[in-house]
């Protein structure tokens, strides 16, 4: 029989895993640290959440921020909301079952993807920023931006490829392409195991937009860091669902 956390434990431990999130990823580090709280087990099943406005002040982001992550962990099926007197937010009975895929990564195997596209995306896109683009260049990643910005939720992986390829061909070093390529193809075989979050991508959109804008005016800086804080936003969410 599995042994229940005691109360006071389980309050710290609660304490120490929502504590506050970076600000450029607020959403998904919001999201990753609720999952923490489940999949660990400091939550039990039927439990509830600490209301809204806690949770907030704990994780350092807005209410409608919580309200958002508790809304799409709703509908990837691990939370349940309920209204009325006894009303709240709370952990689903039954949370989802891995699929097969899913336990094929372990956290070794996540970081190492994850730390590889960083080291091959944030340095494409500072090297597109530092370049002088030609006409097609810019047309073509303006293009790619578009594309993904209006993206079906079953084109968006495919065309989100797409835009980070274009970034690391406006890199300007041919050699960088196929390396992004490979490094992509293992980041889509995680992203393919958690679901398709619609203020993440909204999130997403927002960034693609920043960092294409700052190679476009040939801010390199900007550009390097807002992909690395895009980076990051999709680390947050991979070890949330899949660690």
């Given amino acids: 029989m599995t042994a229940q956390p005691d109360s006071r434990d389980s309050a710290d431990a609660s304490r120490a895993l929502l504590r506050p999130v970076r600000p450029l990823n607020a959403f998904e580090d919001t999201v990753e640290r609720l999952l923490q709280t489940i999949r660990l087990g400091v939550l039990q099943p039927g439990e509830s959440l ?49 699929r097969p895929e899913e336990v094929r990564f372990s956290r070794a195997e996540i970081d190492d993807a994850l730390r590889l596209r960083e080291i091959l995306e ?22 790619r931006l578009t594309d993904v910005r209006g993206a079906a939720p079953e084109d968006y992986r495919r065309l989100d490829s797409r835009l980070h390829l274009a970034i690391a061909e406006a890199a300007g070093v041919p050699s960088l392409v196929p ?11 995680l992203l393919d195991c958690i679901p398709l979050l619609a203020r993440n991508i909204t999130h997403s959109d927002e960034q693609h937009e920043a960092i294409v804008m700052a190679i476009l005016a040939g801010d390199a800086d900007t550009a390097a860091q807002t992909m690395t804080a895009h980076v990051w936003g999709s680390a947050a969410l991979l070890h949330g669902f899949l660690d």
Avoid: C, H
């Fill in 122 to 143: 944030v340095g494409a896109a500072r090297m597109a920023a530092a370049r002088t683009l030609t006409a097609p260049e810019r047309e073509a990643l303006w293009s």
């Fill in 179 to 189: 390396l992004v390529a490979q490094s992509r193809m293992r980041l889509n075989e």
């Fill in 50 to 98: 600490p209301p809204e406005r806690e949770l907030a002040a704990r994780l350092g982001v807005s209410r409608d921020t919580v309200r958002e992550a508790i809304k799409s962990l709703a509908e990837a099926g691990y939370l349940v909301s309920r209204r009325g007197r006894y009303g709240g937010t709370f952990l689903a009975e039954a949370l989802p079952a891995p």
